[in-house]
């Protein structure tokens, strides 16, 4: 899950919206038609990592000069593409800069968060995830790492307990994942798939974050 969950992603697409800007087709200042020119850059990187292109869009950021908010956005999104090719030293790298531009940065926080949890450090990807619950306490995606890394770690009270405190109804589809993967622990295949079945109907084109880590898990996806 890139916040990568390029949360990017949380998710490389939705820092693809918080980009899209409206501009006037013509008569544009300067400074505006440098704005057009970032953003049809970065499209052309995000285009490039939702088809999977990670070593192109690593090398499109690379030619793009940008400082400041701009600079630690590209930064994130490197860091997830090198995420994705499982390159995780240069991904933390990446991560830890993007902090540095931009102190408490959401998406680099849990990113950092993310690549522990890849790699199967469920602790200290635990510990990293319940900070920044601590400062976010209702954010549904946190509540949902907290408890499935409680959950790979053996931790089942403490994941029963996380799992009670999943936002329900929610905003996302965390309640339902999280329900479907405790049940597949329990081996109860029936209630996995009935669970998924809900998210994808009540959050129909919004659970791509969600199968991406039931994927990295291998938890069953239907």
């Not at 990568?4 to 697409?13: E, L, N």
């Not at 030619?63 to 090198?82: H, P, Q, S, T, V």
């Amino acid at each position: 899950m890139t916040a990568i969950r390029v949360q990017s992603g949380v998710s490389v697409k939705t820092l693809h919206l918080l980009l899209a800007c409206s501009f006037a087709a013509t008569s544009l200042l300067p400074a505006q038609q440098v704005q057009a020119d970032f953003r049809d850059q970065v499209e052309q990187v995000i285009e490039d990592f939702n088809a999977k292109k990670y070593d192109s869009a690593i090398a499109r950021i690379d030619g793009i000069k940008a400082e400041g908010e701009d600079e630690a956005f590209l930064l994130n999104l490197r860091g997830a593409a090198y995420t994705k090719k499982k390159d995780y030293a240069e991904a933390k790298r990446c991560f830890e800069k993007t902090l540095q531009l931009v102190p408490g940065m959401f998406a680099a926080q849990f990113n950092l968060g993310e690549i522990e949890f890849l790699q199967g450090n469920y602790q200290k990807a635990l510990d990293m995830f319940k900070v920044m619950l601590e400062n976010d306490p209702r954010n549904e995606l946190l509540q949902f790492k907290v408890f499935l890394s409680y959950l790979q770690l053996g931790e089942v009270e403490a994941a029963r307990k996380a799992l009670n405190k999943v936002k329900f109804p929610g905003d996302t589809p965390a309640y339902y994942y999280a329900q479907a993967a405790w049940e597949y622990k329990q081996g109860d295949k029936g209630k996995v798939s009935d669970y998924l079945a809900a998210a994808r109907y009540i959050f129909a084109g919004k659970t791509e974050l969600f199968d991406e880590t039931f994927a990295d898990l291998e938890f069953p996806r239907k």
